[in-house]
């Protein structure tokens, strides 16, 4: 076991710094509990000290609890209980946090850093010095030219790289678009101060009315935005913060229901046509349709999530929605799933004027993407890297996702699979009496990524989970939902 300890030796107490860092390892849980430490002697000539010092600060740290240390088992952590608590002012740990790996997670390991890496040393090796100084908000010229080129040969979508604005993913395209869209559904002087804060301050001091005569400040933006029920929980905190009232549609086997689309008297709806996000159905070409046909009657905004677009396994994907109709129509999509969403890098295409609000807006908020991610992204497209990667990544997950579904109809056949053959996951319909919490629980145990539906609902529905399969190796599949029907049942 390695530990760091940082030493400041001008300082002296060197005994007194190293129980110390120890300390603060162990409190923080750097150092979990029945970890071993270093031997005395190892961590005494990794320090360059004496041993008698690290022999002291073990000792101490026996005596205070924090440490254990018994003749032939060496020195370890004590477990939680019964080491001293932590200062009170602490925050407690988070039993779950909302980042990290997830059922959808795409298998990491199979990021293409050697490409990568080559994009990124041809983009250094070429880029002119001006080309690192901030860049335009909305994006490099390059990224936009080749996500544009590939939008349309890939996706049918009718895009101009005037109207492609790159952002931090498409939670970050949500977030501006949604405040475009409010701003535009808010009227004029309300779009007005949410697209340009400061001209709007500016301009009134310019005409005689000083700022004090502006207050009050205008409302907050907002729009009535219509979201699919089931939907994908982590969104719904930043489409409230981005100004989105919400009104939850139901999805069915066609997927967003556009009757009730009608009666929600929503301005906008934001979906999941190519792969719903959690039930995994396809937009039916009626329901397309139909949606289209409500957005022009009632001058309402559509904003495409195009999730899972680029994974569909048995057939070529449905166009997207954006190509039937480019001015109702804002699509959004990430290189989450076919690289990596540590990445962070994702597009936004709008009709003009909307475009030109989320490339203020982004402006406003931090100025744009680093630079040099965004011209290797755009050279791993021009050369074909990109599609030779994602043509393999879709052949292993085919693979993956099989070798699951198989597994469950053998070892757990009451259980139905939904949904198109497409993404990382797949949507698992329980039988009525099952507890779909504890299916979840009983699944995660078992190694399985897993996460229950029902927190993704409003109005009730059938016990469901969704189980990744990105990170699911095939010849893992067949064991691991062996062992979920035996300790679940
Ligand atoms: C349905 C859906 N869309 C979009 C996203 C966000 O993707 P990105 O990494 O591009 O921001 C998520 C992530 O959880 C999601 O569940």
Redesign the pocket.
Same mark, same amino acid.
């Given at each position: 076991m390695d530990v760091h300890v940082n030493l400041d030796r001008a300082k002296g107490g060197i005994t007194d710094q190293i129980a110390s860092r120890l300390r603060e390892a162990i409190r923080e849980g750097r150092l979990a509990a029945g970890v071993r430490l270093p031997a005395t002697r190892e961590l005494a000539r990794d320090l360059g000290v004496s041993r008698g010092v690290v022999v002291e600060a073990y000792e101490r740290l026996v005596a205070e609890g924090f440490l254990i240390s018994r003749v032939g088992a060496g020195t370890r952590v004590a477990p939680a209980g019964v080491r001293p608590p932590g200062t009170a002012a602490r925050p407690p740990r988070r039993v779950r946090p909302y980042y990290g790996l997830r059922p959808?997670t795409p298998d990491l390991t199979g990021f293409p850093r050697e490409r990568w890496l080559a994009a990124i040393k041809h983009v250094l090796a070429t880029m002119p010095p001006d080309a690192l100084d901030y860049a335009d908000p909305g994006g490099v010229e390059e990224l936009r030219e080749e996500i544009a080129g590939r939008l349309r040969r890939v996706r049918a979508a009718d895009v101009h790289p005037d109207n492609v604005v790159i952002v931090g993913?498409?939670? %970050?395209g949500l977030s501006l678009s949604v405040r475009a869209l409010a701003a535009l559904a808010s009227g004029s002087a309300v779009a007005r101060r949410a697209r340009h804060d400061l001209d709007w301050f500016m301009e009134r001091i310019r005409d005689g009315d000083g700022v004090p005569g502006a207050w009050p400040y205008p409302p907050s933006p907002s729009v009535r935005l219509a979201v699919e029920d089931p939907t !994908?929980l982590? %969104?719904i905190p930043l489409l409230r913060a981005a100004g989105a009232e919400l009104v939850a549609i139901p999805v069915d086997e066609e997927g967003i229901d556009v009757a009730a689309l009608w009666r929600s008297g929503a301005r906008a709806v934001l979906l999941?046509p190519a792969h719903q996000?959690p039930t995994g159905v396809v937009l039916s070409p009626r329901r397309r349709a139909e949606l289209m046909a409500w957005a022009a009657e009632t001058g309402a905004m559509v904003v495409e999530?195009d999730?899972d677009a680029e994974f569909r396994f048995d057939r070529a994907p449905v166009g997207c929605l954006q190509g039937l109709a480019p001015d109702r129509v804002v699509l959004a999509g !990430?290189v !989450?799933k076919p690289l990596a969403?540590g990445l962070r890098l994702?597009w936004v295409v709008a009709p003009p004027s909307i475009a030109e609000s989320v490339r203020v807006a982004r402006g406003e908020l931090d100025l744009g993407s680093p630079v040099v991610e965004q011209y290797a992204l755009a050279h791993l497209l021009r050369t074909g890297a990109y599609d030779r990667h994602l043509r393999r990544m879709r052949r292993e997950c085919r693979r993956r996702r099989d070798a699951l579904v198989e597994a469950l109809a053998r070892h757990l056949p009451e259980v139905e699979v939904r949904g198109v053959p497409a993404g990382l996951h797949v949507y698992v319909e329980l039988p009525p009496e099952w507890d779909e919490a504890a299916v979840s629980r009983a699944a995660r145990e078992a190694g399985l990524a897993a996460e229950e539906v029902g927190p993704m609902r409003t109005a009730p529905g059938p016990p469901a989970i969704i189980i990744g399969f990105g990170r699911l190796p095939v010849h893992h599949a067949d064991p691991l939902v062996h062992a979920l029907s035996r300790t679940f049942r």
């Open positions: 959808t993913g498409v939670a %970050q !994908s982590r %969104q999941t996000f999530d999730y !990430s !989450s969403p994702g």
